[in-house]
Nanobody, 117 residues
Framework: QVHVVESGGGSVQAGGSLSVFCVVS????????LTWYRQVPGNNREFVGQ???????VYADSVKGRFTISQGNAMNTALLSMNGLKLEDTGLYVC???????????WGQGIQVTVSL
């Protein structure tokens, strides 16, 4: 059984910083690329960024220059560092393992990030 768990998040004033951590645990030999999405009620799920298995990153234009994704010390872990947070960054941040030919996709439950004035 494989689980994806997000931790961190929380509430911050606009302009502040928060981090969200993603851990993939359980029985897997897959070295996953990990993708972050955010979800706001009533809106479509929005791509935030991705880190591949060798540390390459891609970001949405809306977060480029403010958000950074880095690999954790253990395989299948990743840190999403968010700086200069804006009101529109509020949402449920969800981590997903990227599916490949032999490795299935798994989703976390998400963790809330709230940015206020």
């Amino acid at each position: 059984q494989v689980h994806v768990v997000e931790s961190g998040g929380g509430s911050v004033q606009a302009g502040g910083s928060l981090s969200v951590f993603c851990v993939v645990s359980g029985s897997t030999k897959c070295n996953y690329a990990l993708t972050w999405y955010r979800q706001v009620p009533g809106n479509n799920r929005e791509f935030v960024g991705q880190i591949d298995s060798v540390g390459g990153t891609v970001y949405a234009d809306s977060v480029k220059g403010r958000f950074t994704i880095s690999q954790g010390n253990a395989m299948n872990t990743a840190l999403l560092s968010m700086n200069g947070l804006k009101l529109e960054d509020t949402g449920l941040y969800v981590c997903k393992t990227d599916q490949s030919r032999v490795c299935p996709e798994y989703w976390g439950q998400g963790i809330q990030v709230t940015v206020s004035l």
